[in-house]
Nanobody, 123 residues
Framework: QLQLVESGGGLVQPGGSLRLSCAGS????????IGWFRQAPGKEREGVSC????????YYQEFVTGRFTISRDSAKNTVYLQMNSLKPEDTAVYYC????????????????WGQGTQVTASS
């Protein structure tokens, strides 16, 4: 079965950090662009960050630039999203998704999705 599995979410105080993981099962993640998306209550899902199949090509939305870092560990078949300086407005369910080759902010262009992990930044 082809699937993505997210982990690492939780409750953190504003200013804190979390690292999300997206592990591939039946998928070799190096063959896919991996995007991180999030959806807050009452809001549409939005792209956060993406890493393409081309080494070094990473993309961030302006609202996370300088705070979040996306990376791959090919040996573990896992993509990470390191989130620092978390703000209350970062609170959402975070999803990872896979599509061939290049990054794209349109969530409908992704073929595989994980189940999501809750991130809450609150005091």
């Amino acid at each position: 079965q082809l699937q993505l599995v997210e982990s690492g979410g939780g409750l953190v105080q504003p200013g804190g950090s979390l690292r999300l993981s997206c592990a591939g099962s039946g998928l070799i993640l190096d063959n896919y662009a991996i995007g991180w998306f999030r959806q807050a209550p009452g809001k549409e899902r939005e792209g956060v960050s993406c890493i393409s199949t081309i080494p070094g090509n990473t993309y961030y939305q302006e609202f996370v630039t300088g705070r979040f870092t996306i990376s791959r560990d090919s040996a573990k078949n896992t993509v990470y999203l390191q989130m620092n300086s978390l703000k209350p407005e970062d609170t959402a369910v975070y999803y990872c998704a896979a599509r061939p080759f290049n990054c794209n902010w349109r969530d409908s262009s992704y073929d595989y999705w994980g189940q999501g992990t809750q991130v809450t930044a609150s005091s």
